[in-house]
């Protein structure tokens, strides 16, 4: 094995590891901040280095139920979007992962309109929590390349579609040092695309998604259920096997001074990062301060985060969405189910920051902090709030 | 993972649809036929939504196919016959 150090962005990173992965079929409709994945790509087929078969349709509906013909036709498919356009996706999302079509999809996240905003947030992500899709989200470039390569392969065994997003502008347009691997390394690393079925294989021929009425339904969803839970062995065994590749280390999160943290936050995304230099500055200060950033949102690895936040005072789970339960944020909601079975629970609350885009910065991390030690100390903090907000 | 002959209800079978009684859909009545009262006109053979009147070779009423009736009773609404030869009764 020999990496090589290159500079690319975000997107970039994605879209060089869905050109090693060798796509029978890519189609896309550009939608900010994704659509440089999609014109690197269309470079890609345009210079010969990639040889899938490359579809522009009108809509993201179009492009998502163009995925599910293709799959269903036994082609390893990719798409990549993010925001309105896996919004428009959406009714067809369901039938992808119904129909257990392993199709992947690289995206930038960003907020969902009203009011209309092009900048980063979780919305979209956490808008296609029901839809039985692998969501696994990255905290820099290298991480997207390095997920996404991983995504295939999860998806592919367990036969249930993935998407592998990072944070819209934040990490999809920065230019960082990515260590990626040959070509042909990152493509047995995935291998070949075996499909379940092909509606092309005319010697077996099948019918998919037919009517299925109550003597059926259940049964066709308890197997869907069971794959996703299955999914969290693929996940780690497919991390190890990465890990051989490439000496970096993937789990359902990267713990970051966790094991002795007497408060800590959970987060997903390129905030984790910021909030690394928060807490070597509470650690100068003998605070015992940690981070949970969560790589895995689907399946949710709820029994592993219960234990690694079993012997944390006070958390608080930062949502970079709202998710409207009036009640936290999406994070937060499911972190708390985790949290359920734990003898001694810790203290938990809920700050939701940098929608559309907002800055989160080390200031505003160091006011969590102070929050979450405040509840430590049995203080009275708001239970529900916003970070950085101007009102 | 076990494996689960319910995977994405992919049917390998052909024709499975013969196999698919939608009778289940009947929820406590179905019609039953009084043949001395039949004037056979087929009102009722039209208006089944689910074709689940038989008819023989000669054209004539020939009774329910009850693995297909579901039971809605409108072939017993419309028999024009007096008295009915269709009446929905318990099943
Ligand atoms: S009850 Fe309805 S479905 Fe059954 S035979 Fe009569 S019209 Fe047809
Ligand atoms: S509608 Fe009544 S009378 Fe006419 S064929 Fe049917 S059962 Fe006989």
Not at chain 1, 161 to 171: E, H, K, L, N
Not at chain 1, 176 to 187: H, Q, R
Not at chain 1, 292 to 299: D, G, K, N
Not at chain 1, 377 to 384: D, G, Q
Request: hydrophobic share 40%.
């Amino acid at each position: 094995m020999t990496m090589k150090r290159v500079a690319l962005t975000g997107n970039e990173a994605m879209a060089l590891a869905m050109r090693q992965a060798k796509p029978d079929v890519f189609i896309g409709y550009p939608i900010t901040p994704a659509s440089d994945i999609l014109s690197a790509i269309a470079k890609y087929v345009a210079n010969g280095e990639m040889e899938a078969e490359f579809m522009t349709p009108e809509s993201e509906h179009s492009v998502a139920s163009a995925l599910f013909g293709a799959s269903s036709a036994g082609a390893r498919s990719f798409t990549c979007t993010a925001s309105q356009g896996l919004a428009l996706m959406h009714e067809v999302l369901h039938i992808i992962s119904g129909a257990r079509l392993p199709i992947v999809i690289s995206s930038s996240s960003r907020s969902l309109s009203s009011p209309i905003n092009v900048h980063g947030d979780h919305a979209d992500f956490m808008d296609m929590r029901d839809a039985s899709f692998i969501q696994i989200f990255s905290e820099n470039s290298q991480d997207s390349y390095d997920n996404f390569l991983q995504g295939v392969k999860i998806a592919e065994s367990v036969r249930l579609p993935a998407i592998i997003s990072s944070d819209g502008f934040i990490t999809s347009h920065n230019l960082e040092p990515v260590e990626v691997l040959k070509d042909d390394e990152a493509y047995d690393f995935v291998g070949e695309f075996k499909p379940a079925y092909s509606i092309l294989d005319i010697q077996n021929p099948i019918t998919i998604n037919p009517l299925s009425l109550p003597d059926s339904f259940m049964e066709i969803k308890k197997s869907q259920s069971d794959a996703m839970a299955f999914a969290k062995k693929e996940i780690i065994k497919t991390a190890k096997e990465y890990q051989k590749l490439s000496g970096r280390e993937y789990g359902f999160f990267r713990p970051y001074k966790l094991k002795d943290a007497e408060i800590a936050i959970v987060v997903m995304g390129s905030t984790a990062e910021t909030a690394q230099s928060v807490i070597d500055e509470l650690r100068k200060k003998d605070v015992k301060a940690g981070i949970l950033a969560l790589r895995v949102f689907r399946p949710f690895p709820y029994l592993k985060i219960a234990e690694a936040l079993k012997n944390c005072k006070a958390i608080c789970i930062m949502d970079r969405s709202d998710g409207f339960s009036g009640h936290g944020g999406p994070l937060f909601v499911e972190t708390s189910a985790a949290l359920y079975d734990l003898k001694n629970k810790p203290k938990i609350i809920s700050r939701i920051y940098g929608l559309g885009g907002r800055e989160i910065n080390e200031e505003m991390i160091k006011s969590v902090f102070e929050d979450i030690k405040k509840l430590s100390e049995n203080k009275k903090v708001e239970r529900y709030g916003y970070v950085g907000l101007k009102i | 993972m076990k494996k689960n002959k319910y995977f994405a209800g992919i049917i390998k079978d052909p024709g499975s649809t013969l196999k698919y009684k939608t009778y289940v859909w009947r929820d406590g009545l179905k019609p039953s036929w009084i043949k001395k009262n039949c004037t056979n006109c087929l009102t009722c053979f039209i208006n089944c939504p689910d074709q689940a009147i038989k008819v023989d070779k000669d054209g004539n009423m020939a009774g329910h196919n009850l693995d297909y009736c579901k039971g809605c009773g409108i072939c017993a609404q419309v028999c024009p016959a007096k008295p009915k030869a269709i009446v929905m009764k318990k099943e």
